[in-house]
């Protein structure tokens, strides 16, 4: 595995998945202008990765929103459990603490076994999640507050996802899954 296919891969879900499927309609405008950042962390241990964690972190604080609006930090190398995943996602969190950050970025997570609570793992619900590579997404405050206020209905956002999803089906999600990680 090289860096340069993890971003491709990355870059391709984000345009055929999130973007393609519409799963986050806030998306695109943002790649479009060009303001997501793709990091990938050569972490092998968690410690390593928290340590790109809090620099991404800082990084995306003192950058300014016409340059960076977000940070997609994808970590192939570390964290490939999806319950160790899970698990580290408090260490995110205590980072954004110990930075003074909280209520100004936060951590959403995508991981390629993502599991929501209350779901079997074939769930096509969870496809919403799930990423080519574990990654974190590091975002402003600011910008969803801002994405939620252009989409008053961002409730609905995730009733309109299950439909797509259980419309494109188990097997359409793993052909597209394929291709992304192929980088096509």
Not at 62 to 75: A, G, K, R, Y
Not at 92 to 106: E, I, K, M, N, S
């Amino acid at each position: 595995m090289q860096t340069e296919a993890a971003l491709a891969a990355t870059r391709t879900w984000v345009e055929q998945a999130v973007i393609g499927l519409n799963l986050c309609p806030f998306a695109k405008a943002v790649q479009v202008k060009g303001l997501v950042r793709y990091v990938c962390s050569d972490a092998r241990d968690t410690g390593a990765l928290r340590d790109t964690l809090r620099d991404e972190l800082l990084h995306l604080r003192d950058t300014p929103i016409e340059q960076t609006e977000t940070t997609l930090l994808v970590h192939p190398w570390v964290l490939q459990d999806f319950l160790d995943y899970n698990d580290f996602l408090d260490d995110a969190d205590r980072l954004l603490q110990a930075l003074d950050l909280h209520g100004v970025l936060q951590v959403a997570s995508f991981h390629p076994q993502y599991q929501f609570a209350g779901t079997a793992p074939e769930d096509i619900e969870n496809a919403t999640n799930r990423s080519p590579f574990p990654t974190l997404h590091l975002l402003r405050e600011d910008s969803i507050e801002r994405a939620v206020q252009a989409f008053p209905e961002a409730e609905a956002i995730y009733e309109t996802n299950m439909r797509t999803l259980r419309a494109l089906g188990p097997r359409g999600w793993a052909q597209l899954q394929a291709r992304c990680l192929r980088g096509d």
